[in-house]
């Protein structure tokens, strides 16, 4: 899906002859830093998925892979190009050339959102994966979880990180040596 997100934002606009001279900045100022992006992630999620099948992407990283999807493709419709005609865009090829200053200004958000949502999906394909290797060793994924475990440990007699355990240290070795 990456390779398609990319050959659309920056090849998309020779579906309606409106590609430019602007094409090979496109390819290398956005789809490039876009494809590796969404690239990593995907590995990263290919290897999470590998490591623990049965919950291999979270519910807010599959949204957010969608999202990014669907931002990525409106910027690919709305990016222009400079071509002999003037300059155009999918929308305005769609539209007329008078929407031309609608098309810049959702561009331009579309575009700092697409890297945005690019840049979030490989954090959390890496936080996903952290979570399921802790997860597989038996560590506590959340703050509630080390919290549920330290009152269990509590209720159960066990000291807390850092206290000595009951019955140890040289006031118990005293103690035990009194008649």
């Known amino acids: 899906m990456a390779m398609v997100l990319v050959i659309w934002v920056v090849f998309g606009r020779i579906a309606v002859d409106a590609l430019g001279s602007l094409v090979w900045v496109y390819a290398f100022a956005l789809g490039l830093p876009l494809m590796v992006l969404h690239t990593v992630a995907a590995v990263l999620f290919g290897r999470d998925a590998k490591l623990y099948p049965s919950a291999s992407v979270s519910l807010r990283a599959s949204l957010t892979v969608i999202g990014s999807w669907i931002v990525t493709a ?3 419709f709305f990016l222009p190009d400079s071509t002999p005609d003037g300059t155009a865009s999918v929308f305005t090829a769609l539209t007329g050339p008078d929407m031309m ?11 700092v959102m697409s890297v945005a949502m690019a840049v979030a999906l490989v954090l959390l394909a890496l936080t996903d994966l952290r979570n399921t290797r802790r997860a597989l060793r038996g560590e506590p ?39």
């Open 74 to 76: 409106l910027f690919g």
């Open 141 to 179: 994924l959340s703050e509630d979880e080390i919290l549920d475990r330290m009152e269990a440990q509590r209720a159960h007699g066990e000291p807390r990180h850092g206290e000595p355990r009951r019955g140890s240290g040289a006031a118990a070795s005293s103690e035990s040596r009194r008649p």
């Open 101 to 111: 200053g609608i098309s810049y200004g959702f561009a331009n958000t579309l575009g």
